[in-house]
């Protein structure tokens, strides 16, 4: 009996050491689903963010990788577009340099037009919102700084809705007609 005994004891043993592993493979297979819940948690995060950072609107998650990719396009192109006018913009006179930099580029439905300065440009806005209201587009978002330097962003699109384009070039000439207009008034009041 006590052969049989000693045996039940290892059998036992054997079966808690079982129970052991069994309960251990249960506590990583728990981890594992929290740490999967927690990264999918992350990933909805960041795309969120992504989304936010992109103004995209899909609600699905390849939808806003695709919006990412195109909005990186865009300021690839916004770059070649600023290294061209800063290219052109070395030939010309140094007051010519202290001017703002503009950029009007055609959206699906729209225009973006950025304007920099590195100087402050008191009364430009109003300038730029003139033209604006004379070439009939619509702001629908814009952000402006004027703390030391000015910048300008704004999103337009037509008044109208004849399916005509906006013309980038005629709307970059005109604001850049109107920066002519916005300096020789400043310079008529400096002296």
């Not at 963010?49 to 390849?62: E, K, P, Q, V």
Request: hydrophobic residues 30%; neutral net charge.
């Amino acid at each position: 009996g006590n052969k049989r005994e000693r045996e039940r004891e290892r059998e036992r043993g054997r079966e808690r050491s079982r129970e052991r592993e069994r309960g251990e493979i249960v506590k990583k297979q728990q981890l594992n689903m929290v740490s999967r819940e927690h990264k999918k948690a992350t990933l909805h995060e960041k795309l969120q963010l992504l989304r936010s950072i992109t103004n995209s609107h899909a609600n699905n998650d390849s939808s806003i990788i695709r919006d990412a990719s195109k909005y990186i396009q865009e300021l690839k192109h916004k770059v070649q577009i600023l290294n061209q006018d800063i290219a052109s913009g070395q030939s010309t006179s140094s007051y010519q340099n202290s001017w703002p930099m503009v950029t009007v580029e055609a959206l699906e439905k729209g225009i973006q037009v950025n304007l920099y300065s590195e100087r402050s440009c008191p009364g430009l806005l109003v300038f730029v919102w003139k033209v604006f209201e004379e070439l009939g587009l619509n702001v629908l978002e814009a952000r402006v700084s004027c703390t030391g330097s000015f910048q300008l962003e704004a999103l337009g699109v037509e008044r109208q809705e004849n399916g005509e384009t906006i013309d980038v070039q005629m709307v970059k000439q005109a604001i850049l007609h109107a920066i002519e207009n916005w300096s020789q008034n400043n310079d008529h009041q400096d002296s």
